[in-house]
């Protein structure tokens, strides 16, 4: 592994390579060094199978960290590939020519995040919600509980209650004594 | 001994009553027999009844043309014309209705006619999952009809002739005059045949009332509906009284009748619990397999 | 029966595009009365004993019907069965939380059952949003869209409280209280408006028979 994480530095400038188990590694890279160093992990590294891609909310830090899980079917060994975007200009380079699949990622992402991947087939079509007209809902200054007090009727009468504070009340009444 | 023709439609009209009322505690009989070889308590005897009785009640209705609604008169006048060409009881004046009008041939082509109607009525549905359920149903019938009609033309050499009142006196005067007895190879092309024509397990795959959405009757509903469940059961009493006339010596009288045709019937349940469904494909090639060459052994058989 | 049943007043079908219109429903649902009263009560009665379920699993209580098919509990024995087709079932088994987008597929499959039709709502979530009351996508009362007959509460209910809840529908049924049809017709207006609300891409007939 530590002369991929070299082979990765050197080459593309990727860092704070880590191991998180035996057979799962993330490294992180510029968000414009991507696309190259998939290509390369796909083509040379034998990292064949693109397995998932999504993003994170880091709203604290104003980015989009976008994870993309590259595989090894031959060493069953996988890797984490993180680059971030700023979240002010969320555009990221589209890789649905590297794998075929990446379309759907993206779609899912455009939905949910509002990151845009400018040629990806289809991405501005609706993912799992029909005629949703909000803001992106994952990200997190959308404020689920507001959007639904006003979108949806609520039946009057329900009581929210802190599940410690009341099982403990309920079932251990001498506790506090 | 002449009968006028109103006192024949009357007497007619009884033996259709009877075999209603037959078909239906023999499906919910059986269902319930099933339920408890599973295990179950099973839903009660009367259970058909209160199916159509409820199906009658709906309040609305919906139509898709004309074609639409002769669909399920098609498939009950070939349920009908089935039993009404065939002797229920051998040598009643009330049960043998028309039987003297028409011959096997005429019945067969009964048997096909309903599915046909129904075929067409569906189509008119406009249901995708209709048309796919008609062709299911038309392939496999036309699969199970060639070990059937082997077995039909077997019997047809055996007696020389295409009348069934004829060929149950035949099969009069004990076992081994029977059919059973004499050609059992017919009679084993027959039954095999006769588990596709039930539609039970293991060819219940057309049907899949409750699994899958599909099926001739999706978009049937209401007293349409209950139109096909009557006709089910018309259509089960007048196959297992033809079974019971070409194989199994008629009946002289109407408790014969009940325990023979019973009995017949018993072999779905019989096989249907014991074997898992067969796809439409796979009950095709069953069908033109071994049955077929038993059919055509038999005939053999019966011709030399 | 209320005073709008003389006058229809034709649908908009809005979502659809013009050359579909033709093909679909522009009469509103009407009121049917119920027949002479011992008639009725029989037909009822013959009703609540063959209760036939829409096989159409809408969330995760639906697994909560699955169980009722077997041997253990064998629902069969009280004259309930799953169909498959809106067109011949009676029951509408809501199988806990609806999002919007399966909440277009429950209105659609519900006008499409022939009346009477009974609404079981089954779960916390169909009540009051259950654990999904803050969800972006979750609707909080069925009740809104559609009539409800009878609620089973619970997160999940066992299939014994499923039992329960029918054997429940079925005493409202024999009571001549579960006129669900009906009171969708009488208040197809707000149930539509409510509808509308919730479903922003209105793209389906406003009323599917």
Redesign the interface.
């Known amino acids: 592994m530590r002369e991929l994480a070299d082979m990765l530095s050197g080459r593309y400038g990727a860092r704070e390579w880590h191991d998180q188990r035996k057979d799962l590694s993330s490294v992180t890279v510029d968000a414009s060094k991507l696309r190259d160093v998939l290509t390369w992990l796909r083509d040379e590294a034998g990292y064949a199978h693109l397995a998932f891609a999504t993003a994170v909310d880091e709203i604290e830090r104003k980015v989009f960290r976008l994870t993309y899980t590259v595989h090894n079917y031959g060493t069953a060994h996988g890797i984490l590939v993180h680059c971030e975007i700023d979240r002010d200009r969320p555009v990221m380079e589209s890789i649905h020519r590297l794998w075929g699949q990446a379309w759907t990622y993206q779609r899912e992402m455009r939905e949910w995040y509002g990151i845009d991947f400018p040629g990806s087939p289809r991405v501005d079509e609706e993912f799992v919600l029909e005629g949703w007209e909000g803001p992106p809902m994952m990200r997190r200054d959308f404020d689920s509980l507001a959007y639904s007090d006003a979108t949806y009727a609520e039946r009057p009468g329900r009581e929210t209650r802190d599940p410690a504070a009341y099982m403990k009340e309920k079932l251990y009444p001498e506790a506090d004594a | 001994m002449e009968t006028g023709i109103l006192v024949r439609v009357g007497y007619a009209l009884v033996s259709l009553f009877v075999i209603t009322n037959y078909g239906l505690l023999l499906i919910g009989s059986m269902?319930r027999i099933s339920?408890k070889v599973?295990?179950?308590?099973?839903?009660?005897v009367w259970?058909p009844y209160?199916?159509i009785?409820?199906s009658t009640?709906?309040?609305?209705?919906?139509g898709h043309g004309v074609m639409f609604y002769l669909g399920p008169v098609f498939r009950l006048a070939g349920g009908v014309g089935t039993y009404m060409f065939i002797p229920a009881v051998y040598g009643s004046v009330l049960f043998r209705n028309f039987s003297d009008s028409g011959d096997l041939l005429l019945v067969m082509y009964f048997i096909f006619f309903g599915q046909l109607g129904m075929a067409l009525g569906a189509s008119e549905g406009g249901h995708p999952y209709s048309a796919i359920g008609v062709s299911r149903g038309l392939a496999q019938m036309t699969a199970f009809e060639v070990p059937f009609a082997l077995s039909v033309i077997a019997v047809a050499i055996q007696y020389r002739t295409l009348d069934i009142t004829a060929i149950v006196a035949a099969q009069q005067g004990g076992f081994w005059n029977w059919t059973v007895a004499t050609n059992p190879l017919a009679v084993a092309a027959a039954l095999i045949a006769f588990l596709g024509m039930s539609m039970h397990n293991p060819f219940s795959i057309v049907i899949?009332?409750?699994?899958?959405?599909?099926?001739p009757?999706?978009?049937?509903?209401?007293n349409l509906?209950g139109m096909l469940q009557t006709n089910r059961a018309i259509f089960n009493g007048a196959k297992l009284v033809l079974y019971m006339n070409l194989y199994f010596g008629g009946a002289t009288d109407v408790v014969t009748m009940v325990v023979k045709t019973f009995l017949i019937y018993f072999i779905n349940v019989f096989v249907g619990q014991a074997f898992p469904r067969f796809r439409v494909d796979q009950s095709i090639r069953f069908f033109l397999g071994v049955p077929t060459l038993i059919g055509i052994a038999s005939v053999i058989i019966a011709a030399i | 029966m209320s005073d709008k049943k003389g006058k229809p007043v034709p649908l908009a079908n809005e979502g659809l595009p013009p050359g579909e219109r033709g093909l679909f429903c522009d009469a509103p649902p009407r009121e049917?009365a119920p027949a002479a009263k011992i008639v009725e009560d029989?037909?009822n009665w013959?009703?609540s004993?063959?209760l036939w379920i829409l096989?159409f699993g809408t969330g995760c209580g639906a697994i909560e019907l699955r169980p009722l098919m077997t041997?253990r509990y064998?629902m069969?024995?009280f004259?309930i069965?799953?169909?498959?087709?809106p067109?011949?079932s009676?029951v509408f088994v809501i199988g806990g939380y609806a999002s919007v987008k399966t909440l277009k597929r429950i209105v659609r499959s519900y006008e499409q059952m022939?009346?009477?039709k009974f609404v079981v709502a089954l779960g916390s979530c169909t009540i009051n949003g259950g654990m999904y009351w803050d969800s972006y996508n979750t609707i909080k009362r069925i009740d809104q869209y559609i009539p409800v007959d009878v609620y089973i509460a619970g997160c999940m209910p066992r299939p014994e409280a499923l039992l329960a809840g029918f054997q429940e529908l079925k005493r409202i049924i024999r009571a001549g209280k579960a006129e669900g049809?009906n009171l969708y017709a009488r208040d197809f207006e707000r149930y539509k408006a409510n509808q509308k609300r919730v479903i922003k891409d209105w793209n389906m007939p406003d009323y599917n028979?």
């Open positions: 269902a339920a599973q295990g179950r308590v099973g839903q009660p259970q209160i199916d009785v409820k009640a709906k309040r609305n209705s919906i899949a009332p409750q699994e899958i959405p599909i099926g009757p999706t978009e049937y509903q209401s509906l | 049917y029989f037909w013959a009703r004993q063959s096989g041997s064998d069969y024995r004259g069965q799953p169909r498959p087709t067109r011949q009676s022939m009346g009477p049809q028979w």
